[in-house]
Each structure stands twice: as structure tokens, then as C-alpha cells.
């Protein structure tokens, strides 16, 4: 009894020494290579952008405001494909070292090996799901607010559509962060989504929290007539209560407003809720909430993917080092999970399959790929 005690004392200690081992080799690969790739994108976008920021006179300061403030979106783009180098670099520096085989005669099988880097690989997943629910988004806005203030041409921006509960509403262009609307189109519709009134005008300000329409021009359509009218005084104030024709209420502020003027948007889950129950302007179908949704939920199950992927590679002969292509396929294998994940996502953003359709089965059809491909190695 006292020998049985000691033997699993003696196991718990060997296990809390991996766990700390192998866990601080593959995080440390993992952040390495993140901040190496988010770095390079960062490169990459500031060749871009330079130009622009230095047309506008920011100088300096505005290269580096502009690179820390895009760094949270690009980080969140490169956790996942560092994951998948990161346990390649890990797994074939312990192969190459005879870790693995070392590990292997103290009795570690695979499936203990990746229950000990699993709450890494879960942590990473956790952390980048925040990165892209909690930081990105607040990043992106202060990002394009001040784009949008510093912004020497707003005319030249394109205009977008957003839908708020019956109303659309077009914009051509915006200005001061949001706080000035140029050519704003309002769409009034019933419950059965028949056009009943439209009101152009000319500027839009947003002053004591409520806008301001300035020179508008408005149709009443009903079944019987098409009626049109002018503003006499040359103002209609958009307030939250019911209207006559004069007050509307687009429920949107000006940082919703610059929100809605950005190509790609980043939600976070909360506003991706919002969306869905309508409390929440958007341009996006609903099909691309859920399925956004359904993918951040699910983000650390595909980080846990993406190290099954790497597996593999502890299978490799210490004698062949690097001169095996495994760790390539394996390289190729988590490439073509990101690809087949991100036209399935794609196709569900916009409504061709359904949200659950678009997700999980991409990380089912991989897992049972890959644990069938390790089985069939340890049979051998």
C-alpha cells in the first residue's frame, strides 16, 4: 500500500514536471511565432497606410497610433495559424532531441501527451476569442473615429446602407467622427415592409444627442396619393419620440454611425445579440451574426484541432530530423482546415447554409481525419 501511494505521488509530481515543461515550450513558440506574424501584417499595412497618414500631417505619432490601435485585429489573425507552427516547432524539437522517446519510456502515451498541453491550447483559444470579442472591436472604432476626424477628403468615402428595425437608411458620406452625416436617404416602411415616406436631406449634425436634418425634402407615399413636401424652416430634429412626419428616431450614435461606415466591421458577442434582436442597426443578414456567433463559441475547440493537426509529427525517426516532410503536410493539413473553415463560413454569412452547418462540421470532419491518420501510425 505504502509502494502504491509513493508510485502515484512519484506520478503526479513526473506529470506537474511535463505540464510545466511542455507548456512553457509551446506557449513560448506559439507567442513567438503570433507576435512575428501580426508584426510582418503590421509591415505590411503600414506600407499602406504611411502615405495617407503622412498626407494628412500625423506624423510620427500617427504611424504609431495607427499600428497600435490595428495590432488587436492582427494578433487575432495570427493566433490561429501559430498554433499550428508552434506545436510543429514543439513536437519536432522534442523529436529531433529524443524528448519523445525519452517521454515514451517513462510510459507518456499520445493521448497523455495532448492532455497535458490541452489547457494551453484552451487558454489560447479563451485569449484569442477575447482578443476578438473585447479588445478588436474597441480597437477598429477608435481606429476608424479617428481615421474618419483626420480625414482630409471624407467625400471621397463610399456610401453605406444600414437597416434599423423598418427604416433603411443610405449615407453618402460622414465626417468629424461620426458627428456629421452628408446626404442622408431615409426609408420609412410599415410592418409588411411596404415603403410608406422617404426624406432626403442634405446634412445631418448630431447636437445635445439627438440630429439634426438640414435642408430635407420628403415624400408620403400611400395607397391613394404620393404626397411630396418641404421643411419650412429648414431643420427636422430626429427625436426618440413617435413622430409626426417631422421626427424620426434613427437610434444610432455617431460612434454606431462610424461603426456601420466600415468595409469589415468587428462585432462583439454582445453586439452581435443586439443585432440579431434588432436593438441594433446593422447592414449584415442575420445569417452572419449567427454564424460569427456559433465560430467565436467554438474558437479554443479549433485551436485543440489545429495542435491534433501537428501531432504527427512525434511519429517522425529521431535519425530522419529534418529532412522529413511530415511536418509539411502537417503544415498543409491545418492550412487546408483554415481554408475549408473559411468558405463554410463564408457560405453561412451569407445565408447559403445554415450557421451550425458552417462551423461544426469542418471541425468534425478534421478531428476524426486526424485521429484516424494517428491511430493507424500506432497500430504500426
Known amino acids: 500500500m505504502a509502494f502504491s501511494f509513493f508510485k502515484r ?41 504611411t502615405g495617407q497618414i503622412i498626407h494628412r500631417h500625423l506624423g510620427v505619432k500617427g504611424v504609431l497610433l495607427y499600428a497600435s ?47 497535458l498541453l490541452l489547457p494551453a491550447t484552451l ?95 420628403a415624400v408620403d407615399i400611400t395607397v391613394d396619393a404620393v404626397t411630396e413636401s418641404k421643411d419650412t424652416a429648414d431643420t427636422i430634429t430626429l427625436l ?24 469589415h466591421p468587428p462585432y462583439s458577442i454582445r453586439n452581435m445579440l443586439r443585432a440579431i434582436s434588432g436593438n441594433l442597426p446593422s447592414r449584415l443578414p442575420e445569417s452572419y451574426f449567427f454564424t460569427s456567433l456559433l465560430d ?11 495542435l491534433l493537426l501537428a501531432l504527427p509529427v512525434i511519429y517522425i525517426p529521431p535519425r530522419t530530423g529534418t529532412r522529413s516532410w511530415l ?6 493539413g491545418g492550412l487546408l482546415f483554415i481554408v475549408f473553415q473559411g468558405i463554410l463560413r463564408a457560405l453561412g454569412a451569407a445565408g447559403t447554409l445554415p450557421s451550425f452547418l458552417a462551423i461544426i462540421p469542418g471541425i468534425i470532419i478534421f478531428s476524426l481525419a486526424i485521429t484516424t491518420i494517428l491511430l493507424r501510425i500506432e497500430e504500426k
Request: proline share 5%.
Open 240 to 263: 426618440p419620440s413617435p413622430p409626426p412626419l417631422q421626427r424620426v428616431d434613427l437610434g444610432i450614435s455617431p460612434q454606431e454611425m462610424v461603426f456601420l461606415s466600415m468595409d
Open 9 to 49: 505521488s512519484r506520478s503526479k509530481a513526473l506529470n506537474s514536471v511535463l505540464l510545466r515543461y511542455l507548456t512553457y515550450n509551446f506557449l513560448s513558440k506559439v507567442i513567438g511565432v503570433a507576435m512575428i506574424l501580426a508584426a510582418l501584417m503590421e509591415i505590411l499595412t503600414l506600407l499602406e497606410a
Open 69 to 115: 490601435l490595428r495590432f488587436p485585429l492582427l494578433l487575432g489573425f495570427s493566433l490561429p495559424i501559430s498554433i499550428l507552427i508552434g506545436a510543429l516547432i514543439t513536437f519536432s524539437r522534442l523529436t529531433i532531441n529524443n524528448e519523445i522517446a525519452i517521454l515514451r519510456g517513462t510510459g507518456l502515451s499520445t493521448l497523455q501527451l495532448v492532455k
Open 327 to 332: 511536418p509539411v503536410w502537417c503544415l498543409g
Open 123 to 217: 487558454g489560447l483559444g479563451i485569449l484569442c476569442a477575447l482578443i476578438n470579442d473585447q479588445i478588436t472591436p474597441r480597437a477598429e472604432l477608435a481606429l476608424a473615429t479617428w481615421w474618419n476626424k483626420t480625414d482630409l477628403q471624407p467625400e471621397k468615402a463610399k456610401p453605406f446602407w444600414f437597416r434599423s428595425k423598418n427604416r433603411l437608411v443610405k449615407i453618402g458620406f460622414i465626417q468629424n467622427g461620426g458627428k456629421t452625416i452628408n446626404n442622408i436617404s431615409i426609408y420609412n416602411r410599415d410592418e409588411n415592409k411596404t415603403l410608406t415616406q422617404i426624406i432626403h436631406a442634405k446634412t445631418a449634425l448630431f447636437e445635445q444627442n439627438h440630429w439634426i436634418l438640414n435642408k430635407t425634402h
Open 296 to 306: 467565436r463559441l467554438l474558437l479554443p475547440i479549433s485551436f485543440l484541432v489545429m
